[in-house]
Nanobody, 123 residues
Framework: QLQLVESGGGSVHVGDSLRLSCTGS????????VGWFRQAPGKEREGVAV????????RYADAVKGRFTATRDNAKNTVYLQMDSLKPEDSAIYTC????????????????WGRGTQVTVSS
């Protein structure tokens, strides 16, 4: 059974950086694609990043491309989301999720979810 726990959220100013962590237990995250999703009040949930199993290749939503970077450390069974040049519209609850079914930014393909961590970016 895979469990995921996010950490690293907080309140920052426009232009600041934040690094989120997604730590797995029970199973090795190296065998899963891990996606990052966010949802702000009144807005739809959106996928922002996914990192693929083993080779650490990744892709991003257009809204965060060039500013967010997903990486993984298999020794720590952890996936990170480095967020740079943060904007107010990045404010949301960020959640990580894992899948072995289809490696996309679509939430429906993910089976295991963390509880989320709040990111707030103030002007």
């Amino acid at each position: 059974q895979l469990q995921l726990v996010e950490s690293g959220g907080g309140s920052v100013h426009v232009g600041d950086s934040l690094r989120l962590s997604c730590t797995g237990s029970g199973l090795a995250l190296a065998n899963f694609a891990v996606g990052w999703f966010r949802q702000a009040p009144g807005k739809e949930r959106e996928g922002v990043a996914v990192i693929y199993p083993q080779n650490n290749s990744s892709r991003y939503a257009d809204a965060v491309k060039g500013r967010f970077t997903a990486t993984r450390d298999n020794a720590k069974n952890t996936v990170y989301l480095q967020m740079d040049s943060l904007k107010p519209e990045d404010s949301a609850i960020y959640t990580c999720a894992a899948t072995q079914h289809s490696f996309t930014l679509v939430a429906d393909v993910y089976d295991d979810w963390g509880r989320g961590t709040q990111v707030t970016v103030s002007s």
